[in-house]
């Protein structure tokens, strides 16, 4: 995203213009085409929390074989 700033006195206002990559990838999550991120990772359950970079979307996967080999080891 493109940043631009205007002055406004006594503070700042900042305001973001949207360039066309930004819309590209909005259309794409439209369409269900999200481009998740790690944000969290529990490995003592083997979940994940994952967020689409453009919407921010979460998703939530678990995969028990994590869980267990995690276990194993502890």
Known sequence: MRLFRLYFYPRK???YH???DD???????LFRVHEYLTVMEY????AREERCLHCLK?????????ASVDRLVH
């Open 43 to 46: 490995p003592s359950v083997g």
């Open 13 to 15: 206002i900042v305001v």
């Open 18 to 20: 949207a360039t066309w």
């Open 58 to 66: 979460p998703r939530y996967r678990i995969d028990h074989q994590l």
């Open 23 to 29: 819309l590209r990838h909005r259309v794409r999550c």
